[in-house]
């Protein structure tokens, strides 16, 4: 497997380039918004055990929300395409996006609560995390219909699979007929993952993105520790499944580029984390603003890894974010 160096000018060079195309590039997200309900743990609870954690503390977030918050915090133009409820997190919700830049007006309001979740972070900043859809469990195809404008002008759409399959299938048909790329997060991993499922998603996916854990449940493996992989394997393991290309992300470690016939590691910013949560979602938001700049794929993924190594330093996934000039700071000084 073929080693990336990172290079500090190169990437603050590629976030002045995101930065100065905002004017003419865009991106649109369409999936989940969700109130995340954090609480810190000395460790983490087993099975069947009562523990007792710190202080309860309320943060936007939601997979696509933040995703779309990092790729906006970067200055490039991010519609985000989905529903909050009739509850008080819906106004939360939709004043942290805008605070971030991100254009909310294909946000519409829906009977009953937001989506929500309940996280638990250790001292080490690790977390589990469990997910109520609310509102986003809503969206359907012609809701997305009603917002294809949005995804037809964009360069580059975001999809997850905090969103409905039909949702996900229907705003990746739009963006296809647009000649708009796709870039699908398979996270989280579907339980029912059968083959016709493996299909539909590849076909959506012009671009993948998964961690070591969703890539080994995509191929039905035990899992491994990331580096220690038979890459150029995997890979052609992956595109038996239909799969392209694929950026597989890796925490510290880094992450993984399959393309064409070469596996490429970009490595990780060593940091020591505060709390990891949402660390992928931007990952995946900044990686997302780079490419609609014109960025290749791989300084698509330095970027990406300055952002995410970045957000591991705060608490909480949004509030987390970093600007352009937070992010060209930490890469400069690290």
């Not at 991106?27 to 743990?41: C, K, P, R, T, Y």
């Not at 395409?81 to 939709?94: Q, T, Y």
């Not at 809701?143 to 699979?161: K, N, P, Q």
């Not at 995997?234 to 992450?255: E, K, M, P, W």
């Amino acid at each position: 497997m073929k080693e990336l160096k990172l290079n500090k000018d190169e990437i603050t060079d590629e976030l002045d380039r995101i930065a100065s195309s905002s004017s003419e590039s865009r991106v649109s997200i369409v999936g989940s918004m969700n109130a995340d309900n954090v609480v810190e743990v000395e460790t983490m609870p087993q099975p069947g055990e009562t523990i007792i954690g710190g202080p309860m503390a309320v943060h936007a977030g939601g997979k696509s929300a933040n995703q779309a918050a990092s790729c906006a915090r970067l200055q490039l133009h991010t519609d985000l395409i989905g529903a909050v409820g009739s509850d008080a997190s819906a106004e939360f919700l939709l004043h942290e996006l805008d605070d971030a830049g991100v254009g909310i007006g294909s946000i519409e309001h829906v009977e009953g609560p937001s989506g929500s979740t309940i996280i638990v972070v250790d001292p080490h900043g690790e977390n589990f995390i469990v997910v109520s859809s609310g509102a986003n469990g809503k969206v359907d195809g012609g809701f997305v219909h009603r917002h294809s404008e949005v995804i037809e002008r964009s360069d580059i759409l975001g999809l997850c699979l905090e969103a409905p399959l039909q949702v996900v299938a229907e705003s990746s048909r739009i963006a296809h007929a647009a000649h708009t790329r796709v870039v699908l997060n398979i996270s989280p991993m579907p339980e029912d993952l059968n083959p016709a499922l493996k299909h539909c998603l590849a076909d959506i996916a012009d671009i993948a993105v998964m961690n070591e854990h969703e890539t080994a449940q995509w191929l039905g493996l035990a899992y491994e520790p990331n580096l220690e992989s038979d890459w150029d394997e995997l890979h052609d393991q992956l595109c038996a499944t239909g799969l392209g290309r694929v950026v597989i992300t890796l925490g510290a470690a880094g992450s993984v580029i399959l393309d064409g016939s070469q596996a490429l590691h970009i490595p990780a910013f060593t940091v020591q984390p505060v709390d990891t949560t949402g660390a992928g979602d931007s990952f995946m938001g900044s990686m997302l603003a780079s490419l609609a700049s014109g960025n290749s794929l791989d300084s698509a993924c330095e970027v990406a890894s300055a952002v995410s190594a970045f957000s591991t330093l705060g608490k909480g996934a949004q509030s987390s974010y970093g600007d352009t000039q937070q992010i060209t700071d930490f890469v400069l000084n690290h």
